[in-house]
C-alpha cells in the first residue's frame, strides 16, 4: 500500500510534466492541426537555459533573494526567452508555409526539431549536464509513512496552479472560447471578428513557456538534463495528447497525468524495463475503443 | 437613401476557376437585397468575399464609402459587417452563451452594449435565452439557425449578411426564420440575403439580384422580378410551367 501511494505520487510528478508538456502540442494541434514537433526541444532549450541561470547567476541572486529566488528566476529566464523563441520559430518554420497544406508544415516541424536539438549541443556540448546540487531544496517529508520530497511537493503544487490558470483562461474566458473556437472552425471563428494572429500569438508563445517551465522543474528532479531529452519527453506528452484526446486541453492534462501514474504503476508492480510498453499498451487500448481519446469530440455536428 | 454597399466589377478566383466574373451591385441603407441563384452559382463566394474570407482578384467592394479589399476579416465585421454563413456553422462544442457572445468579440469591451444586443437577440429568439447554457452542438437544426443568426446580430452590425438561412429546413421554420429576418430589418439593419427560396426571398425584400455562373444575369425590384417569366420559370417552379401543361406542351428544364 505505501508502495503504491509513493508510486502514484511519483507518477503524478511525472505526469505533470508530461502535461505541462503536451499542452504545448494540444493547443498549437488544436489551431493549426499540426503535430509541432519542435515542442519537445522547447522544453529542453528552456531546461538548459535554466541551468545556465543556476549556474552562472544563482550565486548572485540566491545571495539576495534566497533559493526559492533563484529557482524562480531561472523559471522565468527561461519562460520568458521560450516564449521569444517560440514566435521565432513561429515566422520562420512554419508561417510561410501554412498555404502549402498540412503535411509541408510537419516536415519543416522535424526539421525545426533538429536544428533547434544541435544548436543546443552546439552551445552546452553532446554530454549530459547536471544541476547544481545547492541551488535545488532537498528535503524529505514524511506523512504517515510516506516518504515524498519537498521538491516533488512544489513541483505538483506549481504543476497544478499552471494548469488551473490554463484551465481557467481557456474554459472560462472570452478569449479562451475565441481560441476554442478558432481551434474549431478558422473561417467562421474570423467571421465573429476574432483575429487569427493573435491566436496564434498566444499559443505560440504559452506553449513553449509552459515547455520551458517544465524543463527547469524536470532538470531540478532528476538533476541530469541532455540535449536529446526532447524527443523522449516530447513523445510521452505527445502520447498523453492523444490518451486525453488531442486539441482538447482537460484532456491534454488528464492523459499527462493518467500516462504518469500508470508508467510509475507499471514500473513498481511489472517491470521498470517495460513501463514504456506497459503505456503504450494502455495508449492501443484507449484508441480502440475510443479513437478519439478520452475527453475526444463526441458531439456530432446537426446538418 | 444613402448608399451603404457598392460592389464594382468584382472578380473572384479559385486556382484557375473563376467563381465570380464581373458582378457588381449595390445595397442602400435599410434595404433587404436578395441574390438569388442556382447551387454553385457563386452567391456563397459573394458573401465571403465582403468578408474578406476569400480574396478579390479584381474590382472593388466599397462600405460606406471605405474599401474593403484586402481587409482582414476580423476588421471587415468591426467596421459593421457581419455574416450568418451557410450550413449555420455554430461552434458546436461552445454553449448558445458562448456562441452569442463571441458574436460581440469586437465589441467586448463595451459591456453595456454587448448585453443589450444580447437581450435583443434573446427577444427575437427567446428559445435561445431558454437553451442559453447548452452546447449549440445539441440544438435542433432551427434553433442552430435562429443561433447563427442571433450571433451575427450580437456586433450589432450595419449591414448583415445572410447565407442561405432557409437551408434545410421545414416549412413552419420558413416562415418564422423570414418574419424575424424582416423584423430584424425594421429594426434598422440592412440584410443581404442569399438565398435558394426564391419566393420566400422576393416576397420579403425590395429589390433582386440573379446570379448565373458567376455573372449577375437579372436584376430588379423583387415585384419586377417576380412577374419576369423567365424567373417564374427557373427559379419560381412556378406559374410560367402550369400554365405550358395546361396547353399541352412540355416543359421545358431550365
Known amino acids: ?303 | 437613401m444613402p448608399l451603404l454597399i457598392a460592389i464594382e466589377d468584382l472578380h473572384i478566383t479559385y486556382g484557375a476557376i473563376e467563381a465570380l466574373k464581373g458582378v457588381s451591385l449595390s445595397l442602400d441603407e435599410g434595404e433587404i437585397v436578395a441574390v438569388l441563384g442556382a447551387n454553385g452559382a457563386g452567391k456563397s463566394t459573394l458573401l465571403n468575399a465582403v468578408s474578406g474570407l476569400v480574396p478579390v482578384a479584381r474590382g472593388r467592394i466599397m462600405f460606406r464609402g471605405a474599401p474593403l479589399n484586402n481587409i482582414p476579416p476580423h476588421e471587415i465585421v468591426r467596421m459593421g459587417v457581419s455574416q450568418s454563413p451557410e450550413g449555420r456553422k455554430v461552434f458546436s462544442t461552445l454553449t448558445v452563451d458562448e456562441n452569442l457572445d463571441l458574436g460581440a468579440y469586437t465589441q467586448r469591451k463595451h459591456i453595456q452594449a454587448t448585453a443589450k444586443a444580447k437581450a435583443r437577440v434573446f427577444e427575437l429568439f427567446p428559445i435561445l435565452r431558454e437553451r442559453h447554457r447548452q452546447l449549440a452542438g445539441t440544438l435542433s437544426g432551427g434553433e442552430q439557425q435562429m443561433l447563427a443568426i442571433g450571433r451575427a446580430l450580437m456586433s450589432s452590425p450595419r449591414l448583415l449578411l445572410l447565407d442561405e438561412p432557409s437551408l434545410g429546413l421545414a416549412p413552419i421554420l420558413v416562415n418564422r426564420i423570414f418574419t424575424i429576418i424582416r423584423e430584424i430589418n425594421d429594426q434598422g439593419t440592412s440584410i443581404l440575403l442569399v438565398e435558394q427560396n426564391a419566393r420566400k426571398a422576393l416576397s420579403h425584400a425590395s429589390r433582386g439580384y440573379i446570379l448565373e455562373n458567376g455573372s449577375l444575369s437579372i436584376s430588379g425590384t423583387a415585384a419586377e422580378l417576380k412577374s419576369n417569366s423567365k424567373i417564374q420559370e427557373a427559379y419560381l417552379g412556378g406559374s410560367a410551367i402550369r400554365k405550358r401543361r395546361g396547353t399541352g406542351e412540355s416543359p421545358k428544364s431550365p
Open chain 1, 1 to 303: 500500500m505505501r508502495v503504491a501511494v509513493e508510486q502514484i505520487i511519483n507518477g503524478l510528478t511525472i505526469g505533470s510534466f508530461y502535461a505541462l508538456i503536451a499542452l504545448g502540442y494540444s493547443m498549437v494541434y488544436g489551431i493549426l492541426k499540426l503535430i509541432n514537433f519542435v515542442h519537445g526541444d522547447f522544453f529542453t532549450l528552456g531546461s538548459y537555459l535554466g541551468y545556465t541561470i543556476l549556474i552562472f547567476a544563482a550565486a548572485f541572486i540566491t545571495a539576495h533573494f534566497g533559493l526559492w529566488g533563484g529557482i524562480v528566476c531561472a523559471m522565468l529566464v527561461a519562460a520568458l526567452c521560450l516564449a521569444l523563441t517560440g514566435l521565432v520559430v513561429e515566422r520562420i518554420a512554419y508561417r510561410p508555409i501554412y498555404p502549402a497544406g498540412r503535411l509541408p508544415a510537419v516536415v519543416s516541424a522535424l526539421g525545426a526539431s533538429i536544428v533547434l536539438q544541435n544548436a543546443i549541443m552546439v552551445i552546452w556540448g553532446p554530454r549530459y549536464q547536471a544541476y547544481p546540487a545547492p541551488m535545488i531544496p532537498n528535503l524529505h517529508l514524511l506523512f504517515f509513512g510516506i516518504n515524498i520530497t519537498l521538491l516533488q511537493v512544489v513541483i505538483l503544487v506549481f504543476s497544478f496552479v499552471l494548469m488551473g490558470i490554463l484551465y481557467y483562461i481557456i474554459q472560462k474566458t472570452l478569449f479562451g472560447a475565441s481560441v476554442r473556437a478558432m481551434a474549431l472552425d478558422r473561417d467562421t471563428a474570423s467571421l465573429m471578428g476574432i483575429d487569427f494572429n493573435r491566436v496564434i500569438l498566444f499559443i505560440f508563445t504559452l506553449g513553449p513557456a509552459l515547455g520551458a517551465v517544465t524543463g527547469v522543474m524536470v532538470g531540478m528532479y532528476y538533476r541530469q538534463i541532455s540535449f536529446t531529452m526532447g524527443w523522449n519527453y516530447g513523445l510521452k506528452a505527445f502520447t498523453a495528447t492523444i490518451l486525453g484526446g488531442i486539441g482538447n486541453i482537460p484532456g491534454a492534462m488528464f492523459g499527462g497525468l493518467l500516462l504518469g501514474v500508470l508508467e510509475m504503476l507499471g514500473a513498481a508492480y511489472i517491470s521498470a524495463a517495460w513501463k514504456d510498453v506497459f503505456v503504450f499498451i494502455i495508449l492501443i487500448l484507449v484508441l480502440i475503443f475510443r479513437p478519439t481519446g478520452i475527453f475526444g469530440e463526441t458531439t456530432a455536428e446537426k446538418v
